[in-house]
């Protein structure tokens, strides 16, 4: 493709995502195919020549369109959000554009420079203790896999990366705690059989007492406590471990402390949700993700950590090929995080953190708080309805419960409701178990979600529950 071709395409397809953007409400949220749609639909190998751009885009449309979920849909109240922005986009086909490789700050100091300064923005935003160091990964996953490892190697005296692991080594999550934890803890080599999962209270927090009683039982039998992984807003329900006791116990059994916050971060830029970040002074490590419900196209997650020089002492791999002259001077950030290579992250936060400015975040968070607030309300004022857990943000859990309907019946139930719900294309939630009892959630956090999505969503749940019960 030459220059002429690039600009005539660049401007089309520009001009396909505004639109895109624009009309996303004619999509059905969720994709409406069945395993193997689109693979038939695509050659099984590639082609012998070159295909023109034309031909390409046009398979986009029909073939690749389809089968996608639209998850900017005002109507996603799915999973978490992953929201974008026009801003966002704009600064991943810059990046995309200049094609850098981010590994040390030689190959880009712009990069590493802008990831510093970005990721000092978001400290002061979120109110973070002021020593701690940003970098940036590509998920949170991997950033508690960063935690689990950098524990590891402190309680170890760096010991596992030279010799392995003895397996005595255990971390404590809690019931409630993201997968991602017991991923991590897996691969980082802890085993599953040392992953304690601790018990939670009625707002499914961590019990901090459960917490301890594991620590000085496995200090008893000789094994060595490394890491707890506390959630701030957890996937389920939106659960938030208590973070003072938690950190008073890691302080005074020396464990890593650290700290989940890859949905409700952001909550923390807001004086009245403060209350739930309380106690953030004593943890190791805190990981948050713009790339859900910042703005930021995915993926972009945030890691900080107290002592930076723990990290990058696990991390750090110095082969004559990566030596540059500045090591002294810069931060590599290669040696932050596992892989050698990186994107330019920190340019799409920069440009959202600039064109929205502070209040205009918090008005973006304070509104889906607010729509939160109103569906939790639409909830508890119904007889037929029930909330299933304190909402604290915009996730609210609930279920039908008219009474009528017990025990098992009553999961199948709201299953069948919420395969209603989202067969008509219109919104698209999940669930999740809480006690053992199914239960729907209902996640706004969408970037053009409003009220009247919120409403449409209600009125669609009241009638596929109607459908149902007179089935
Ligand atoms: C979404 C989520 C994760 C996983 O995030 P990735 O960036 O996709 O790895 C981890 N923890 C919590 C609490 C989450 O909500």
Redesign the pocket.
Known sequence: MNTDEFRKNGYAFVDWVADYLEEIEKYPVKARVKPGDIKRQVPGSPPEKGESMEDIFRDFKEIILPGMTHWQHPGWFAY?PANNSPESILAELLTAGMGAQCMVWATSPAATELEEVVTGWLKQLLQLPENWVGVIQD????A?LCALLTAREWVSDFGVNEKGMEGKFVIYVSQEA?S?AEKGGKIAGFGRENIRYIETDEKYAMKPEELERAIIEDEEKGLRPTAVVA?L???SSGAFDPLDEVGRICKKHGVWFHV????AGPAAMLEEKSHLFRGLENVDSFVF?P??WLLTNF?C?VYYVKNPELLTRTMSIDPEYLKTAHDLEVKNFRDWGIPLGRRFRALKLWFVLRSYGVEGLRDFLREHIRLGEFFKNLVEEDPDFELMAPAELGLVCFRYNAGEIKGEDLDNFNRQLMEGINSRGEVFLTHTVLGEKFVLRMAIGQRTTREEHVRKAWKIIKEEAKNLKDK
């Open positions: 978490f998920t949170a996953s991997t508690t993201h991602s959630t807003g957890s996937t989940d916050a890859a949905y993700n790339h859900k993926d997650s």
